[in-house]
């Protein structure tokens, strides 16, 4: 993603991850996390404004499950994703995890 487009801080990350969208499931790492989006890093394919499900493994054990809009596509390194259907309950869990970072 642009980062002048960001309104919130990222997170430099490695967190397991699996994905949904257009192409089947994936594996991939979230490589930045921010309230408004993260990066994916995967080979999976998808289509720029596709809406995508991904899975964060936040701890050991411990899932979350958000959607979101694929903001940029680069081929062989992966996807950003702008959260654009945080629930309360969503927003709330990545807030948690976010802070203590």
Same mark, same amino acid.
Request: proline share 2%; glycine share 12%.
């Given at each position: ?10 997170? $430099? ?5 699996? +994905?949904?969208?257009? &192409? ?9 996390? &921010? *309230?408004?989006?993260? !990066? ?17 493994? *936040?701890? $050991?054990?411990? +899932? ?12 062989? !390194?992966? !996807? ?13 869990? *990545?807030?948690?995890?976010? &802070? &203590?970072?």
């Amino acid at each position: 993603m642009d980062k002048n487009r960001r309104s919130d801080e990222r997170v $430099p990350t490695n967190l397991q991850a699996k +994905w949904n969208g257009v &192409s089947g499931d994936h594996d991939g790492r979230v490589e930045d996390l &921010s *309230l408004g989006g993260c !990066f994916v890093n995967t080979t999976g394919r998808v289509d720029e404004g596709e809406v995508v499900a991904v899975e964060i493994e *936040l701890r $050991p054990g411990k +899932w979350l499950e958000l959607r979101g809009e694929v903001a940029s596509y680069q081929i062989g !390194f992966g !996807f950003g994703l702008l959260f654009s259907f945080l629930t309360e309950d969503e927003e709330d869990a *990545l807030q948690e995890f976010l &802070s &203590s970072q």
